[in-house]
């Protein structure tokens, strides 16, 4: 029981630790920070 | 030029107006209700032109079907016998059906279209319609086609409301590397931007047509599938009957394509959109179809709007009538 605990506690460690690196150091990327909807006109449909 | 339109819905009605600003000399106008017939014939009449001439037909007979022009503006699910009896009688037909079955329908009628050397314009609505004119005109920007990806959002009027209520019930076909795959209604949730001031919006499969209508003009394309915008409730209460009225009119809409390609052996990504009531800009886009099969410039057979040869000259029409269409450009670059 108490070492079935203590895996638990480990595995849940592990993931958290894990976690926080890619919390820490990962990047989600960022978003287009130009461009955007544009009306199509004349010259375009010429 | 004698154009016969018949169902005069929210859309139908939109049509009739468009009508009046041609060189449609002759407008018949058809709806099985004859309280909406004299509505729409009376208000059709104040804005047509001095040399139009506006009357109403009490049933659908094939003389009256033998016009120029028959645009089918009625709700989906009631095109299939007058558009073969049109074509029959010589007429070129337009219809606006959005219902996939329908649609497949009026495209194996391509064989009696082509012996009557008449056109048969499949779906000439707002999605499709409009759609397959923004996937055609997005799809001439590249060498190659792999990835067509159309999203819609908002209905017509009160019949359109009904066909997405049922769409979003059914089962749709997505054309996936050479075959047609079956998927399941309400699935495959997708985050499609439409065109400000719409925004964002969670879109779905269903039984949507606009695969069946692109596939057959864009055969070497991988992928070829088809979204609808609803809300979590329109998915939970889509295997319920209609629990109350749909509105008159369910605009504004949005339509928005997406085409992944290559030109030369770049991979490029096309983005075009359109923010509408969905009623006026698929009225006005039937409008022009029946308006492009009276002077000859509609291809002979069943097709929809990206069969056309180019999809310029009606883009242009369309923009000289108010509808706008966008064009999405983002910098890859800027990505992190």
Partial sequence: ?46 | MRVVLAGLGTTGSHIARQLTQSPVTELVLWDPKPRRLDQVLGAVRAVASAHQTITTAKELTPATLGADVLVLGGPAGTHREPAAAALRAGSHVVSISDEADEVADLLALGSLARSADRALVVGAGFCPGLSCLLVSHAAAQLDRVDVINVYRAGTGGPACARQHHRTLKHSGQEWLEGTWIVRRGGSGRDLAWFPEPFGARDCYRGALSSPLLLQPQFPGAHRITARMAATRRDRFTSRLPMLRPPHTDGGPGAIRVELRGRVGQAVETVILGVMDHPSVAGGTVAALAALAALEGRAPVGASGLAGWPTARPLLADLRQRGVRVAAFGGRLTDLA
């Fill in chain 1, 1 to 46: 029981m108490l070492q079935l605990a203590r895996r638990v506690m480990f595995a849940l460690s592990l993931a958290g630790l894990i976690a926080a690196l890619f919390r820490l150091r990962g990047t989600g990327g960022v978003p287009p920070q130009s461009g955007g909807w544009r009306e199509v006109t004349d010259i375009d449909l010429t």
